[in-house]
């Protein structure tokens, strides 16, 4: 992806809002280098971009209700049928296909029961198609092999049901800017051909929200129309369903550098009073995360809402109240400001996907959890931590740890510290997928002697 300011960029805007503090880059450095001499004390440092706002955040859920258990969680796939349904079901018959994705969906629940493992995220909206029965969106393909045809079933409801009987809460898992995962004819031809659907795709009935990025068609999240379609979908599944919570996840703003997000009219548009494109599209980012906090709670309070995030917000070369890290940021690349959303008190719950070992100095594990405890601290705000499962047992040059004894000493020292410290309330396992790959079977069994026992 594209970093969201230039250096010149950055420094400007930092000018403009703190021209007391700071006078370009040098100043930058020096009022870096002045509150790390202070990181000691109790007092955490102040971000050059984000300050502790000034309003009181609304009321949201307790950390950890007393006697609560910690999450115990897992991320299942849909998109691209990753971890469901069976690729072989597609092309069964209707009955066949039921009996196979249904069979397969309670052989999951099953497995995972059996793990310890007590909240699926479950994810519905892997695209601009739905896995339930939706009057917004239509079906998903990856149910069937075409958009808009119907399942036979709820995939959602089905979901609910099986997994509520084993004592285990689902959230409802959206992507909630993606249209397609790729630009290819044949999916441009699929998406019009929705035109005579009921509902139709978004592709066809709105155009001109569309964009290419990272070569897949996405929404404009600088569009305050498209801002309101996404959370209408959220209100639908929320109004008829029974989930436990809703869940977004790092797909914001989403770009590379050879197939960026053109949304220059956009900004021309609705812009003004922005010092420019970045902060705009910050901006944008959190109106969605206000209003669809703000739905959720209107419509039914006791559903968590939350974000899982690239677990880097800033990094402390860049802000001083950032980590001590060398990675991709979500304030920079996705124009996502997840700090500022915690202080807010928008969210229920931040699941930070923490995918690198304690070993990977550009991006430890301990020292990203630790930072993230510190954030949620002084809010109700729970902390889930994202762990990469999909990198247990495989070998790897720059992260050896992984391979060392099936990656169960990892684990164990990501799992144990995700106990030790108080602001940390359970873990999520990237992704369901995975507890079935031979490289991971040490680990798997290592989690039943752990978690097996919690789940009843």
Same mark, same amino acid.
């Given at each position: ?10 420094i ?12 370009g ?40 209700p ?13 998109v =691209?049928?990753l ?8 092309t ?15 052989e999951?629940?099953d ?5 310890g ?81 009921h ?32 959370? =209408? ?51 944008n ?10 739905t ?36 920079? @690349? ?9 202080q ?5 719950y ?12 550009a ?22 931590i ?19 004894q099936?990656?169960?000493? @990892? ?17 999520i ?5 995975y ?5 991971t ?16």
């Open positions: 992806m594209n970093s969201g300011l230039s250096e010149r960029e950055f400007i805007a930092c000018s403009q809002r703190f021209s007391a503090l700071l006078r880059k040098k100043a930058f450095l020096l009022a870096a280098s002045a509150l790390l001499l202070v990181s000691c004390a109790t007092t955490p440092p102040k971000s050059l971009v984000t300050p502790l706002p000034t309003v009181t955040p609304p009321p949201v859920k307790p950390a950890l007393s006697g609560a258990e910690s999450v115990r969680g897992v991320w299942l796939t849909t =691209s049928r971890d469901w349904p069976p690729v072989a079901s597609v069964a018959s209707p009955a066949s296909r039921i009996r196979q994705q249904q069979q397969a969906l309670t999951k629940l497995n995972l029961k059996r793990l493992i007590n909240t699926v995220f479950f994810q519905v909206k892997p695209d601009g198609t739905a896995l339930w029965r939706s009057k917004i969106l239509p079906w998903s393909d990856t149910l069937t092999g075409r958009i808009g045809d119907d399942p036979g079933y709820d995939p959602l409801q089905f979901m609910l049901d099986e997994a509520h009987r084993r004592g285990m809460k689902v959230h409802a898992w959206f992507n909630p800017y993606r249209v397609s995962t790729n630009i290819k004819p044949g999916t441009v031809r699929e998406l019009s051909n929705t035109l005579t659907l509902p139709a795709s978004v592709y066809v009935l709105h155009r001109d929200w569309i964009r290419t990025a990272s070569d897949r068609f996405v929404l404009d999240p600088g569009i305050p129309d498209a801002r309101d379609w996404i959370t =209408s979908i959220v209100a639908e599944v929320v109004s008829h369903y029974q989930v436990d919570g809703v869940q977004f996840d790092d797909y914001f703003y989403t770009e590379t550098a050879r197939s960026a997000l053109d949304d220059n009219a956009t900004f021309r548009h609705y812009g003004q009073g922005f010092a420019s494109k970045a902060d705009w599209r910050r901006h980012t959190q109106l969605l995360i206000e209003q669809v906090s703000r959720i709670k209107q419509i039914r309070p006791e559903v968590a809402f939350g974000v899982s995030p690239a677990g880097v917000w800033r990094n402390l070369s860049h802000d001083p109240a950032g980590s001590d890290t060398r990675g991709a940021a979500a304030y920079d @690349e996705a124009y996502a400001d997840t700090r500022r959303w915690v807010m008190g928008l969210l229920d931040i699941a930070p996907q923490l995918y690198w070992p304690f070993a990977r100095q991006a430890r594990y301990d020292v990203l959890a630790r930072w993230w405890a510190d954030v949620v601290r002084p809010t109700p705000v729970r902390l889930y994202g762990v990469a499962l999909y990198k247990v047992g495989e070998p790897s040059k720059s992260e050896p740890d992984w391979a060392i099936g990656g169960v000493p @990892e684990l164990k020292k990501q799992l144990d510290l995700n106990d030790a410290l108080p602001q940390i309330s359970g873990t396992l990237f992704r369901e997928g507890l079935n790959q031979p490289q079977q040490e680990a798997v069994s290592y989690l039943q002697q752990r978690w097996g026992h919690a789940g009843g």
